[in-house]
């Protein structure tokens, strides 16, 4: 009975490393090729098809501010791997517009330092929602055990990973003169608008009830997202000077929900859900006398 039991929990971990790591991987390639597919609608004077990888970088960003606000481990080590995830798109994006002819100094200027900064807001935003809450992010199979000391080792090597990744944003030729007040309030208005989307769909999608009643829900909310698509066409269409305006700001939102749905419909798939913490309560003693002990936990050492 205990061997079925390994065997079922190491199938269940195979399981679930194979999706988030398609998922991981899917995103990376998705960086890579996305200035490349935002050049060609552009050129191609597709107006709709250059919203959608400004969606799609936003899903990305979110997603790995989801895993360092309310995910499984330490808040230490989920600061770390998420500032990794985050250089590593801003790598594999370099790389893409670095393979492009004429690659726009503009745009190669702001979006470096606008990922980090929203990563980093909607982590934080994202970090007081699971204070609030309080919910976090976790695999319903049987809970790993908990390390009580930093590896070393972990800790060489992610700082390895930045130095890495930071080298190769200095050898892309990365303008940093754009680490500025400006871009610290686009970075805060894009976290707002992704906290407001994330929030309720990550409630919806991720919610511990049965696959009988959560794929019909994930379902019906992918076919909204997607039908979504032609009425903003027509609805620009409708409007027509007044839709210049509007096009840009809807189309974004559409595709970042759809890829959103996408990517937490896979997380959901992999046997991740959110858990409710447990609250502990107060223990009074006596009637004209109580006592509340707080713990202060060093987040490097001691599990969330």
Not at 172 to 198: E, F, H, K, N, R
Not at 250 to 264: D, K
Request: proline letters at 6%; one cysteine or more.
């Amino acid at each position: 009975m205990q061997r079925q039991t390994t065997q079922q929990q190491q199938r269940t971990a195979e399981d679930r490393l194979l999706i988030v790591g398609a998922l991981a991987t899917l995103l990376g390639f998705s960086s890579l090729f996305e200035p490349m597919l935002y050049d060609a609608a552009r050129d191609g004077g597709w107006t709709l098809m250059t919203c959608f990888p400004i969606g799609l970088s936003l899903v990305k960003v979110e997603l790995i501010a989801i895993y360092t606000g309310i995910g499984p481990g330490r808040l230490g080590e989920r600061i770390v791997v998420g500032l990794v995830a985050v250089l590593a798109l801003c790598v594999c994006r370099e790389m893409g517009t670095a393979a492009l002819f004429r690659p726009d100094p503009r745009e190669r200027e702001f979006i470096v330092p606008l990922m980090v900064f929203t990563w980093g807001t909607l982590s934080l935003g994202l970090s007081i929602f699971r204070l609030v809450a309080p919910v976090r992010l976790a695999h319903n199979s049987v809970p790993e055990p908990i390390r009580t000391i930093f590896s070393l080792r972990r800790l060489l090597g992610v700082t390895a990973l930045i130095s890495v990744a930071l080298t190769l944003l200095v050898w892309l030729d990365v303008p940093w003169q754009a680490w500025s007040l400006w871009i610290l309030l686009a970075a805060a208005i894009v976290a707002a608008l992704g906290l407001m989307i994330v929030i309720p769909l990550m409630m919806i999608l991720l919610r511990p009830v049965s696959q009988r009643f959560f794929w019909p829900i994930a379902n019906g909310l992918l076919i909204l997202a997607l039908f979504g698509i032609p009425w903003i066409a027509i609805l620009t269409f409708c409007l027509g000077n007044a839709g210049v305006w509007l096009l840009p700001l809807l189309a974004p939102i559409v595709a970042q929900i759809g890829c959103l749905i996408f990517s937490l419909s896979l997380l959901r798939l992999a046997g991740y859900d959110l858990h409710v913490d447990d609250v502990p309560k107060l223990s009074v003693k006596g009637v004209a006398k109580r006592r509340l002990t707080v713990e202060i936990e060093d987040p490097w050492t001691e599990a969330e």
